[in-house]
T-cell receptor
């Protein structure tokens, strides 16, 4: 199955600043997904990123706050902009392996704390 | 959009007993149902999945059942061990590179 390298693994940021999270996959994948997981909570989809087109955002998430890039089939970035303490969470990228038996694989996550 | 409900939210069992986690989904077009295990501080890991053309699937101590008519699916863990303690998430998807919608999670505690 695909191996995803996600970085940074954690960061502490000042409110009002931005952080860019990167995910690199060791194979080409069609779709990449970005999730947010608050402590003790489930995974909430932020957006779906398809190479060569604008990301599709879920209700409650907007491009100005969470801009996403997908320059090729192995890489994507998520930026958390103008951060506030409410943005403190774990952010995970995920890829669809394209084969039923492999399902969806997750990166190791980025633990973001906004102070 | 898809809505996945999961219960119970917490489950404690004695080592060696069975554990069952149940989920329902709302979109009858969903046809792929993965289950994830997330240990504390780690990423979710796929443990088993099932497609809509299959009613049951087993992998050693883990089994998943699917009732498409009722839009129910369940995870069964037999002979539980302390290392089974984790949060388990059910999910549903249309498949084919479509997004995955997760349930709220079940925190399973296996008591030695």
């Amino acid at each position: 199955s695909a191996v995803i390298s996600q970085k940074p693994s954690r960061d502490i940021c000042q409110r009002g600043t931005s952080l860019t999270i990167q995910c690199q996959v060791d194979s080409q994948v069609t779709m990449m997904f970005w999730y947010r997981q608050q402590p003790g909570q489930s995974l909430t989809l932020i957006a779906t990123a398809n190479q060569g087109s604008e990301a599709t955002y879920e209700s409650g998430f907007v491009i100005d706050k969470f801009p996403i890039s997908r320059p090729n089939l192995t890489f994507s970035t998520l930026t958390v902009s103008n951060m506030s303490p409410e943005d403190s969470s774990i952010y995970l990228c995920s890829v669809d392996q394209g084969e039923w038996s492999h399902g969806y694989t997750f990166g190791s996550g980025t633990r973001l704390t906004v102070v | 959009g898809e809505n996945v409900e999961q219960h119970p939210s917490t489950l404690s069992v004695q080592e060696g007993d069975s554990a069952v986690i149940k989920c329902t989904y709302s979109d009858s077009a969903s046809n792929y149902f993965p289950w994830y295990k997330q240990e504390l501080g780690k990423r979710p890991q796929l443990i088993i999945d099932i497609r809509s053309n299959v009613g049951e699937k087993k992998d050693q101590r883990i089994a998943v059942t699917l009732n498409k008519t009722a839009k129910h699916f369940s995870l069964h863990i037999t002979e539980t061990q302390p290392e089974d303690s984790a949060v388990y998430f059910c999910a549903a998807s249309l498949g084919g590179y479509q997004k995955v919608t997760f349930g709220i999670g079940t925190k399973l505690q296996v008591i030695p």
